[in-house]
T-cell receptor, first 113, second 111 residues
């Protein structure tokens, strides 16, 4: 079946601009996560959605970052007033509720110039 | 101290060798453990879960030592295609399905 999809695959933006990254989780997965990975670094947890519960935003690095999940499916991560240090690969993952295995999308490579 | 620590490597081994990776975690209440594999410029993919009793999947064996808070991955008869970065992953206690990823151990299998 279809896996997690993300768009765009690559995004180049100028410093100060806003960007939106999209994630389509695996159908039927109620949990959705956003991570980012800088070059040569590990994965950094950003935010987690589970069903209709309030999202866990504990990993968001600043108030320039926000995310929403509409209808319990598609999620959008928004970065406002992008900075060069925001350059990274943004990965989305989903999992079946009450299970821990997470399945990742291919990521969006964000470059802020 | 990092929540999950791994030797970054690289481990350079000849084809057919057996190689083992270890990983330590800091939170004794951690409840779930995994190994993920990440190829260069690709997303992480689940390799295997790690169970208390240890588990095997073909050439791969994973073990958990709760008392010492470490997890291991053994790869037997390594193949060129095993070359990748192996991520040790620990589930945080308290629910939420939040996973903490180690920074990975790089494996290079050579002819």
């Amino acid at each position: 079946g279809a896996g997690v999809s993300q768009s765009p695959s690559n995004k180049v933006t100028e410093k100060g601009k806003d960007v939106e990254l999209r994630c389509d989780p695996i159908s039927g997965h109620t949990a959705l996560y956003w991570y980012r990975q800088s070059l040569g670094q590990g994965l950094e947890f950003l935010i987690y959605f589970q069903g209709n519960s309030a999202p866990d935003k504990s990993g968001l690095p600043s108030d320039r970052f926000s995310a929403e999940r509409t209808g319990g499916s598609v999620s959008t991560l928004t970065i406002q007033r992008t900075q060069q240090e925001d350059s990274a690969v943004y990965l989305c993952a989903s999992s079946v509720a009450a299970a821990y295995e997470q399945y990742f999308g291919p990521g969006t490579r964000l470059t802020v110039t | 101290r990092k929540e999950v620590e791994q030797d970054p490597g690289p481990f350079n081994v000849p084809e057919g060798a057996t190689v083992a990776f270890n990983c330590t975690y800091s939170n004794s209440a951690s409840q779930s453990f995994f190994w993920y594999r990440q190829d260069c410029r690709k997303e992480p993919k689940l390799l295997m879960s790690v169970y208390s009793s240890g588990n095997e999947d073909g050439r791969f064996t994973a073990q958990l030592n709760r008392a010492s808070q470490y997890i291991s991955l053994l790869i037997r008869d390594s193949k060129l295609s095993d070359s990748a970065t192996y991520l040790c992953v620990v589930g945080r206690p308290g629910g939420g399905n939040k996973l903490t990823f180690g920074t990975g151990t790089q494996l290079k299998v050579e002819l």
